[in-house]
């Protein structure tokens, strides 16, 4: 297992949003916008602070998620990414990501984004389903996705990606596979199609716990998946990651970092770093984090290093993540024949690589082979 010390990226975390989601599980808030500016303030002073522990990386990705980014002001989020640049050795090349909600950008604002430097716009579109939507407590429409997505592709947007999420109560197979559909109609360079857990701290998950709201139905998560599987490859999405397929060229640099286990700094109230098999985390609450800035410190919440066991089990768990696959040699002879055998590995290379159907079954597949 290899340290992978050449490059990192960069997570910035902006809690503000306009509502709430019910299933979110996120360190996110609506009705803080008054800390907007003393929270980039922050965000520039804590890029100062955490820089000098990362001279000589080269960062080839900054992210900016959420919450809502572009909840911001354009001439913040400008601010903040030459702040970056400055003080962390950011390639010329780097991608640079910025999640947005489709009711907090007009043509003027992605213009404004793309010129600051904010090269892939990332947007929650969750469902064209006006109803999956409202079980999701999403406050946009689906003609607000559409118009967003148009006005980034009219300011010269080319990479964007679209974040969908299946399994909503009352979602049906069918109703699932036009959201798909009007997805694949748009032609974004990226999709992320994510099966909706229930996280017990959420709204969503107290509904569920009381019985007022069913819980995803894991059989047909299965058939959803299947349909996206289906569906975004006729379209000629690669399928690179379980939740991810992307035209060739557009799979998401960030985010294979974290896959990949290669370091990453976290900017931001509650966001994570990586860096030597050690992970470690900032304070969650906006106004603890703003003051421990103001004072100075580093606003660290806590670390903690990983155990070889847990290290090698990670490792097996994002390799087969993304397709990457393991070396056979790694497993035990004779643990990987009955999964060969049911179709949910196959051997490529030397390597036991999850089928499309194994990656529905990645939990069990990683116990099997390590346990």
């Known amino acids: 297992m290899s340290a992978h010390l050449e490059t990192a990226g960069i997570y910035v975390h902006v809690p503000f949003c306009l509502t709430r989601c019910g299933y979110c599980d996120f360190n996110a808030y609506a009705g803080l916008d008054h800390l907007a500016s003393r929270y980039v303030g922050a965000l520039l002073s804590e890029a100062e602070l955490a820089a000098p522990a990362w001279e000589g990386v080269e960062v080839v990705s900054v992210f900016l998620g959420g919450g809502t980014p572009t909840t911001l002001e354009v001439a913040d989020l400008k601010a903040l990414l030459a702040r970056v640049r400055s003080v962390f050795a950011v390639t010329p090349d780097a991608e640079v990501t910025i999640e947005a909600n489709p009711d907090t950008v007009d043509e003027q604002k992605l213009a404004g984004l793309l010129e600051a430097g904010y090269g892939r716009l990332s947007m929650g579109a969750q469902s064209f389903d006006r109803s999956v939507l409202a079980a999701l407590e999403r406050v946009h429409q689906p003609a607000s996705v559409i118009e967003a997505f148009r006005a980034a592709r009219a300011v010269g947007y080319d990479n964007v990606n679209l974040d969908l999420i299946y399994g909503a109560a009352g979602e049906t197979l069918e109703s699932w596979e036009r959201t798909l559909r009007e997805t694949i109609a748009l032609a974004p360079s990226h999709i992320s199609a994510y099966g909706l857990t229930i996280e017990p701290a959420t709204a969503l998950g107290r509904q569920v716990a009381r019985g007022d709201v069913p819980a995803p139905d894991p059989d047909l998560q299965a058939d959803m998946f299947e349909a996206a599987c289906c569906l975004l490859g006729d379209a000629g999405y690669g399928h690179y990651e379980v939740s991810n397929w992307a035209r060739p060229g557009y799979e998401c640099r960030h985010n294979l970092g974290y896959w990949e286990r290669r370091p990453y700094v976290g900017l931001g109230a509650g ?13 969650r609450p906006p106004e603890e984090y703003l003051s421990m800035i103001e004072r ?4 660290v919440g806590g670390s903690e290093n990983l155990e070889p066991a847990d290290a090698y089990l990670e490792e097996v768990f994002l390799r087969l993540r993304i397709l990457q696959g393991i070396p056979a040699s790694w497993v035990d002879d004779g643990r990987a024949d009955p999964y060969l055998e049911t179709g949910l590995l196959i051997r490529d290379d030397g ?6 159907r194994g990656m529905l079954l990645l939990n069990e597949l990683v116990l099997g082979l390590t346990g």
């Open 271 to 283: 966001a994570h770093g990586y860096r030597d098999g050690s992970r470690s985390w900032n304070v």
């Open 296 to 299: 100075g410190e580093l606003p």
């Open 351 to 356: 390597h036991l690589v999850p089928t499309e």
